[in-house]
């Protein structure tokens, strides 16, 4: 996969697919096994609607990128996260 392709793509994605609780998206992607991870990092629980969002830019990055394998979403709680999820991508940061 193109990690730069990945990456622009991912930025736009994550952008349109937030709302104001969303406080930063991270995305990575695993060649070895061709896993594409998104986690979406909330200022709370995070509800449905994030959930949803997180769900909905993994749709699009799987639309854009066929040779994914596997895919994972997390939608986590910023504030309780305990640092599980380890990703070098961070494609979105709420100002």
Same mark, same amino acid.
């Given at each position: 996969?193109? #990690?730069?392709?990945?990456?622009?793509?991912?930025?736009l994605?994550?952008?349109?697919?937030?709302n +104001?609780?969303?406080?930063s998206?991270?995305v990575?992607w695993?060649?070895? #096994? +061709?896993?594409l991870t998104?986690? !979406? !990092?909330?200022?709370?629980?995070? +509800?449905?609607e994030e959930?949803?969002?997180?769900?909905? +830019?993994?749709?699009?990055?799987?639309?854009?990128?066929?040779?994914v394998?596997t895919?994972d #979403?997390k939608c986590?709680?910023?504030l309780?996260?305990?640092?599980s999820?380890?990703?070098?991508?961070?494609? !979105?940061t709420?100002?």
């Open positions: 996969m193109n #990690t730069e392709a990945l990456a622009k793509a991912s930025k994605i994550a952008a349109r697919n937030v +104001s609780r969303v406080k998206v991270k990575g695993d060649a070895v #096994t +061709s896993k998104v986690a !979406y !990092y909330i200022d709370r629980e995070p +509800s449905e959930i949803e969002l997180c769900e909905l +830019s993994m749709g699009e990055l799987l639309a854009e990128f066929p040779e394998i895919a #979403t986590v709680d910023a309780a996260d305990d640092d999820i380890v990703l070098p991508g961070v494609v !979105y709420r100002d």
